[in-house]
């Protein structure tokens, strides 16, 4: 059974920094996607970035109002990924999800393209 679980969470003030981890289990992690999503209260989800499978490409991909402040990664040993969050704004605050898909990278923002999600981590950032 693949599972995914976001952990780091939590409250920060505007300016602040937070890391989300991403742990699975249950499938071949180097075969997949680990994609970065989020949703606020009345909003649909969104893309937040991506770290592609290895053998793919070596770079992320973000969503632009993350771009300069957000980095995706992954440990493909561990099966862990992780979105380190800096200079954090109040319209950052959402529910983060972490999941999995194996789409080609012209689909690898798309919700729908992901099969496995996480149960989500609040963050939430004050002003």
């Known amino acids: 059974q693949v599972q995914l679980t976001e952990s780091g969470g939590g409250l920060v003030q505007t300016g602040g920094s937070l890391t989300l981890s991403c742990t699975t289990s249950?499938?071949?992690?180097?075969?997949?996607?680990l994609g970065w999503f989020r949703q606020a209260p009345g909003k649909e989800r969104e893309f937040v970035a991506v770290?592609?499978?290895?053998?793919?490409?070596?770079?992320?991909y973000y969503a632009d109002s993350v771009k300069g402040r957000f980095t995706s990664s992954r440990d493909n040993a561990k099966g862990m990924a992780f979105l380190l969050m800096n200079n954090l704004k109040p319209e950052d605050t959402a529910f983060y999800y972490c999941?999995?898909?194996?789409?080609?990278?012209?689909?690898?923002?798309?919700?729908?393209?992901?099969?496995?999600w996480g149960q989500g981590a609040q963050v939430t950032v004050s002003s």
């Open positions: 999941a999995s898909s194996q789409v080609a990278l012209s689909g690898i923002r798309l919700t729908e393209m992901y099969r496995n």
């Open positions: 249950g499938l071949n992690f180097r075969n997949y996607h």
């Open positions: 770290s592609p499978r290895p053998g793919t490409t070596s770079y992320s």
